[in-house]
């Protein structure tokens, strides 16, 4: 559908004015996975395939209503929709900008609808070379494996932990291309990673695991140049908070994909890398699935996601991503 065949107009956009959101819910706090579901459509072109812009956005509002989520989240579903619609990413933020006016929950954070839409545009196209897991979460593989786990045993196993900077030349070679950043849609910059040591880690709560190809595309799909972590996070909530039971879970991982670093996520999650590098991509798909059916969160599998800074400082509870197994 053309831009200007689908009769997006301004006041249709102006519906994201119409934000029934909880000032009470952290913006990442949301009864349902948001992330799953807009990285799973990335063009958002699947949201509702076939119905007009108007209805997309009714459909996002009416999902606000029921389930309730925050303002950036608002912000980025409605560029994806945009987006799928072939606005113009000038446009969109022209129009976003103006129907922002109408939002009294809070003011606009300098840049946030800038970095929604480039965000959005940026990681629409994704080539098919990175297939997602087929499985689907397993309440029983959780209970057999989960019920084992021990967190104090598992640390007791880990090596030394070294400092944020010997981590980072411990995992990548001086030249290796990385994307590291403040918040989850903020900047676009790659580094090799004797840059971003030189340069101070201090600020950076967020880093991608994987190398990049270039220096000009960020951390989209397609300018990832190898796979060579998987990180292991669960949000589940049978999951999340438990020590014992993550440490079981990855436990159970390391028996199919070297452990080599778990890294607290400053809250009630642990992340887990797993070198996959050199792997066969059968194993690799096969681990995927595994822990795809042992709680992971999907997104946290994609080549391309942010995950939690070794030794970072997470911003909206100044508490920082302690590394708790080093292997």
């Known amino acids: 559908m053309k831009y200007s065949e689908s009769s997006v107009e301004e006041d249709t956009c102006i519906t994201l004015a119409g934000l029934w959101d909880d000032p009470t819910q952290?913006?990442?706090?949301?009864?349902?996975?948001w992330k799953q579901q807009q990285l799973e459509s990335v063009n958002m072109a699947r949201l509702n395939k076939g119905s007009s812009p108007h209805d997309k956005l009714a459909k996002l509002l009416d999902n606000m209503d029921k389930e309730g989520f925050g303002y950036h989240v608002s912000i980025v579903k409605t560029a994806g929709i945009l987006n799928s619609c072939n606005v113009p990413p000038e446009k969109a933020?022209?129009?976003m900008h103006k129907a922002s006016e109408k939002v009294t929950r809070r003011e606009l954070e300098p840049g946030e609808i800038e970095r929604a839409v480039n965000y959005t545009y940026q990681s629409s196209g994704e080539p098919s070379r990175y297939v997602k897991p087929k499985r689907k979460v397993s309440a029983e593989l959780i209970n057999e494996f989960g019920c084992r786990g021990d967190i104090d045993d598992l640390r007791s196993r880990s090596d030394n932990i070294p400092d944020q900077d010997r981590i980072l030349a411990?995992?990548?070679k001086s030249d290796t291309l990385l994307h590291l950043c403040r918040e989850v849609f903020n900047g676009r910059d790659v580094k090799p990673r004797a840059d971003w040591v030189n340069d101070g880690?201090?600020?950076?709560?967020?880093?991608c695991p994987n190398p990049l190809k270039g220096l000009d595309r960020g951390r989209c799909l397609d300018n990832i140049l190898s796979r060579k972590f998987v990180v292991f996070e669960s949000d589940h909530p049978n999951i999340a908070g438990n020590w014992d039971i993550q440490a079981g879970l990855i436990d159970r991982l390391a028996k199919d994909m070297p452990l080599r670093m778990i890294v607290w996520s400053g809250?009630?999650?642990l992340h887990a890398w797993f070198q996959v590098e050199g792997k066969e991509e059968r194993k690799v798909y096969k681990f995927l699935n595994l822990a795809t059916m042992l709680g992971a969160d999907s997104a946290s599998l994609r080549p391309s996601q942010l995950v939690r800074m070794p030794w970072g400082k997470r911003t909206d509870n100044?508490?920082?991503?302690?590394?708790?197994?080093y292997g």
């Not at 952290?26 to 996975?33: G, H, L, T």
């Not at 880690?201 to 880093?207: A, R, T, V």
């Open 26 to 33: 952290n913006n990442f706090d949301c009864p349902w996975d």
């Open 93 to 95: 933020i022209e129009m």
């Open 170 to 172: 411990e995992l990548y």
């Open 201 to 207: 880690l201090e600020p950076y709560q967020y880093i």
């Open 267 to 269: 809250n009630k999650s």
């Open 318 to 325: 100044n508490k920082v991503q302690k590394v708790i197994y």
